[in-house]
């Protein structure tokens, strides 16, 4: 239900159910996880960009195989399914870029949000569609957005239901950048391309000290700095970085 393809440093997992907007399955969910996974053990991939095939980017959950409601529980489908994926986005210690062809709505809403990165084609849209079914946002949906947007505009979102345009998203800070539809493939493969040259591990490090400063007091943030410093101070990518400096050249960093 999922396509990946490495090429120059840039792991590509293209969701692959466009006749359903992508809609997550199980099936699914657990792919997602493992390329992932894949992704973070791999050497040669430095960036990982996330698309849909066909029209949407994701749909959410597919509602044809939750439909009733009633006889599935929610709680414990998420804890199995859902969270062990969204977990393993920020334990993936290299930038992971979301590439939003088209509407992204629940689920796939959140999923773009986990991402450390939004690029927007002028035709995406988000629906934070949980509400228009009487759920709450989950996959992160609540810990991710009002970060990225503040409360005040994730509590409207959340609460009506309202799509949103990329032209929207761009001026609320929830996508980074938006690109024209025809061009928009060449785009974001390009920015992640970029990306892949870049000290990757570094950018781990970024990552994870940036998203535990969230849940950190000053001096914690700190102290944790200090620490990714010290790992970042000993990579090769930083002897690089300093000598491309003082010889007046570009740097060419290989992510050690
Ligand atoms: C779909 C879906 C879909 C199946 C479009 N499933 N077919 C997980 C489970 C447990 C607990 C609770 O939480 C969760 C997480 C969640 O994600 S809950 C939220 C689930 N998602 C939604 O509620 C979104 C439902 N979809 C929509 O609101 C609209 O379809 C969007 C806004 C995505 C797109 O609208 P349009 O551009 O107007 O397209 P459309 O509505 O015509 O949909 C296109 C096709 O895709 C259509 O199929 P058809 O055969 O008629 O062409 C839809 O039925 C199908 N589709 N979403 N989630």
Do not use: W
Not at 11 to 26: C, G, S
Not at 183 to 189: C, D, G, M, N, W
Not at 224 to 244: F, L, P, R
């Amino acid at each position: 239900t999922i396509l990946c393809e490495v090429s120059e440093g840039v792991a590509v997992v293209t969701l692959n159910r466009p006749d359903k907007f992508n809609a997550f399955t199980e099936r699914m969910n657990k792919e997602i996880t493992d390329a992932l996974k894949q992704a973070q053990k791999d050497e040669s991939v430095r960036c990982i960009l996330l698309t849909g095939a066909g029209r949407a980017f994701n749909a959410g959950q597919d509602l044809g195989d939750v439909a009733g409601g009633g006889e599935v529980d929610f709680g414990g489908f998420l804890r199995d399914r859902y969270n062990p994926m969204i977990l393993q986005f920020q334990k993936t210690e290299k930038p992971i870029v979301a590439a939003v062809n088209g509407v992204a709505a629940g689920a796939g809403m959140s999923v773009a949000l986990a991402c450390d990165i939004r690029l927007a084609s002028e035709k995406a849209s988000f629906v934070n569609a949980f509400v228009n079914i009487g759920l709450v946002p989950d996959s992160g949906g609540c810990y991710f957005l009002p970060r990225i947007v503040g409360l005040g505009k994730a509590l409207e979102l959340a609460m009506t239901g309202e799509k949103v345009s990329a032209a929207e998203a761009l001026r609320i800070g929830m996508v980074n950048q938006v690109y024209p539809a025809d061009t928009f493939q060449e785009e974001a493969l390009a920015y992640a391309r970029k990306l892949a040259t870049l000290p990757t591990r570094a950018i781990g490090l970024i990552k994870r000290t940036m998203n535990k400063g969230l849940d950190m007091s000053l001096e914690e943030t700190l102290n944790y700095e200090a620490y990714a410093q010290g790992i970042a101070g000993s990579t090769e990518d930083h002897k690089e970085g300093v000598t491309a400096f003082m010889e007046k050249r570009a740097p060419r960093f290989t992510g050690r």
